[in-house]
């Protein structure tokens, strides 16, 4: 059916009427994401300062490493410095044991003396000698060899008071670090913490019985 308006009426009202457009795809809304919060970091904790602690009942010579043989002897992994003192005991503790067991034999193992095969009193299987596997050899303090002048057991050093050469306190000797070369003196004070190489050159003067080490600390350019 044809229009009945005029084609004049027609044209204008097409010029009246604006043009469409097409709408553009709505496009999906991004969340807004919140800025993190900042943690307060935590505030940095002051080095402990050990005390001194009074001389232990109780020195450690080894570590049980594994059972040898069938008879109940055991490897122990040897962590004294004297291993040539271990032909002289009599007794050892295993673990955390009230009563010491007789030591029957000791014997070095390797050129570089790292094992001893040890047999004691109680262990008669390999299954009882490995049941103590990874626990600690000790032998009372009055039966550890009497060292050379100049040399000292750590327990005698750990918590002295450390001096430089004019007297400034640099705190107390903490922990002591086995490298294989020579030991490093960790001394931890109100400064923080320092680390003194176990040479003559540094370390000047041990006084255990007044509990103070004089040292001169290394100069780093």
């Given at each position: ?130 049941a103590h596997r990874g626990q600690l050899v ?84």
């Amino acid at each position: 059916m044809s229009d009945p308006s005029p084609p004049d009426e027609r044209a204008a009202a097409r010029a009246e009427s604006p043009p469409t457009t097409p709408r553009a795809p709505r496009q999906p809304q991004r969340a807004r994401r919140r800025p993190p919060r900042e943690r307060a970091k935590p505030e940095p904790q002051p080095a402990e300062i050990p005390e001194r602690a009074p001389d232990p009942e109780r020195l450690i010579i080894g570590r049980v490493a594994a059972a040898h043989g069938p008879g109940g002897d055991f490897r122990m992994a040897i962590l004294s410095s004297h291993p040539e003192h271990l032909a002289s005991l009599r007794a050892v503790y295993l673990g955390d044991d009230p009563e010491p067991r007789r030591l029957r034999s000791a014997q070095l193992r390797g050129q570089d003396v790292k094992e001893a095969i040890l047999r004691v009193d109680g262990l008669q299987t390999a299954e009882e000698a490995a049941a103590h596997r990874g626990q600690l050899v000790r032998i009372d303090r009055a039966a550890a060899l009497p060292l050379p002048e100049g040399e000292y057991y750590h327990y005698q050093l750990l918590g002295l008071d450390v001096v430089d050469l004019d007297g400034n306190h640099l705190g107390r000797l903490a922990q002591i670090i086995e490298t294989g070369a020579n030991d490093v003196y960790v001394v931890r004070g109100p400064g923080g913490e320092l680390l003194l190489p176990a040479i003559g050159e540094v370390i000047r003067e041990v006084d255990v019985a007044g509990g103070r080490m004089v040292v001169k600390p290394q100069e780093y350019y």
